[in-house]
């Protein structure tokens, strides 16, 4: 007989090695090699019936009588934004995000008011019993809607109910981390658990045409299977994002086989679960009487969407010889140190001896590359001391050689900063200004900083 097999898959990238190894060659996590058993080798012809084969059909024309399976909205009208439209009947969805974050309280009130439309939802947890959740949909006033609620954790129990159960139009697994399948061994959670219970599960959500939902929750230990394993199986990865301390969350679609990446849904965690922001343009500002140094409104651009936030720089010279901290919340961290290279070398300010920091306040996460300008100006403004005016917005992108390069949709931001009361915008060259806004343009980073410098 053979001898048992041992291999060794990467927890963060499911990545395969015969032999253990401190760091994955492929993704670069260290410690994240994890024993399991190697599957038997079966050859191809035993598990496959050569003869008869599968069928194909043809793209299109499409018959008349084929109809494409239409979008189910979620009855939340954020969720379905950051869906693309809604879900799609037989796709796998993956909902990611910290512990406590909020993807139960979602989900469960997606489900709860699926069920009230008279979508067939089941909802198993993994991690709560029956009654925990019972607790919680009386919490959310969604006591009554008849969704089919199961703790089981086993995904052969999971599926095999199911199977008797028609109409099923959505289907929650919550968490994927906690599922387990008979057709191998190991504990819940591992890469090889994680990958099989998921797929036995989105195929019966191909099959049978139901929607899955499927969470998972982001650990950076790699202790539990990061979600990146599930990342190629699914069909759309959304992240559910936020500061624990603050109250707004943010649904990010990272990918989606069937729609843009590019609308977030906005939610605040209320007492009685989560509410929809369906106008988050003011959500992320401050509002204070004097202006103070190193704060800027930058009018971001969230998919279709903008929205305004406030930027914040503390600059802190330090007489140490110790390399001088950066620390970002909300931005990238190489691009501020792009940024802050780009003064040094074009503009002659030094940072060098300087602990810089940077906040988007209010606990959202800007990837908008016409960030840039605001960044440059929050960071001017802190090391000279000079606020800037409060009626004040900026933005634009920053190239290597200090020049400003304009920014997408230009008009959309600076009508929603009018709209807001925003009088004035520091703005790529040639930028036109909007009702009541006036527009001053930096060609490059030195206009600004002599503009700062000077006022
Ligand atoms: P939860 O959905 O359990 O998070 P996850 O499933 O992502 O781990 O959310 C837990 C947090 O949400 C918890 O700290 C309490 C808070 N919460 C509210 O503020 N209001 C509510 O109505 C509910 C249900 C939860
Ligand atoms: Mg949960």
């Known amino acids: 007989m053979a001898r048992a097999q041992t291999r060794y898959v990467c927890s963060q990238c499911g990545s395969v090695a015969s032999k253990w190894a401190g760091q994955c060659g492929d993704c670069g996590a260290w410690n994240s090699f994890q024993a399991e058993a190697a599957p038997a080798n079966t050859p191809f012809a035993a598990k496959h019936s050569l003869k008869s084969g599968g069928a194909v059909i043809a793209l299109a024309p499409l018959d ?29 969805v993956l909902i990611g995000g910290d512990p406590g974050i909020g993807k139960s309280t979602l989900l469960l009130q997606a489900a709860g008011r699926m069920a009230r439309a008279g979508v067939g939802v089941a909802y198993v947890s993994g991690e709560e019993a ?13 006591a009554d809607a008849p969704v089919l609620l199961a703790a089981a954790t086993s995904v052969r129990d999971i599926l095999t109910t199911l199977a008797q159960q028609k109409a099923l139009g959505l289907l929650v697994i919550d968490s994927i981390q906690t599922m387990h399948s008979d057709q191998l061994e190991g504990a819940p959670g591992t890469v090889s658990q994680v990958r099989a219970s998921a797929l036995e599960l989105i195929r019966f959500a191909k099959d049978s045409g139901t929607a899955l939902v499927l969470v998972g929750h982001v650990t950076k230990d790699g202790q539990i ?22 109250q707004y969350r943010i649904l990010r679609p990272v990918k989606n086989r069937f729609g843009g990446t ?5 939610f605040a965690m209320e007492g009685d679960g989560l509410a929809e922001v369906p106008n988050p343009s003011s959500l992320f500002l401050t509002a204070r009487d004097t202006p103070v140094s190193g704060a800027v409104v930058f009018p ?20 140490t010889g110790a390399t001088p901290r950066r620390a970002v919340v909300g931005w990238d961290g190489g691009r501020l140190a792009m940024i802050l290279a780009v003064l040094e070398a074009r503009c002659g300010l030094s940072f060098g001896n300087c602990e810089v920091y940077l906040n988007v306040a209010g606990g959202l996460r800007v990837a908008d590359p016409a960030a840039d300008l605001a960044v440059a100006a929050a960071l001017v403004s802190a090391l000279l001391d000079r606020p800037i005016a409060a009626e004040t917005v900026a933005f634009g992108e920053v190239a290597l050689s200090g020049e400003i390069r ?18 004035h915008a520091l703005a790529p060259p040639e930028t036109k200004g909007v009702g009541g806004l006036r ?10 900083v002599d503009r700062l410098a000077r006022d």
């Open 64 to 92: 008349a009588g084929v109809v494409l399976p239409q979008r189910v909205s979620t009855q939340i009208a954020e969720f379905d934004r950051a869906l693309g439209g809604g879900l799609v009947p037989g796709s796998a």
């Open 130 to 142: 029956a009654d925990q959740v019972r607790l919680r949909a009386r919490r959310l006033g969604l």
């Open 300 to 319: 971001s651009l969230e998919g279709t969407r903008p929205v305004l936030v406030e930027l914040q720089a503390l600059v802190v010279k330090i007489n």
């Open 439 to 448: 527009t001053e343009p930096c060609r490059t980073l030195g206009v600004l």
């Open 406 to 423: 304009p920014a997408a949709h230009a008009n959309l931001r600076l009508k929603e900063a009018a709209k807001l009361g925003f009088s």
């Open 262 to 266: 590019d609308e977030i849904g906005v």
């Open 225 to 246: 299977a990061g979600p990146r394993v599930l990342e190629h199986m699914v069909d759309a990865t959304l992240y559910f994002e936020g500061e624990r301390g603050h």
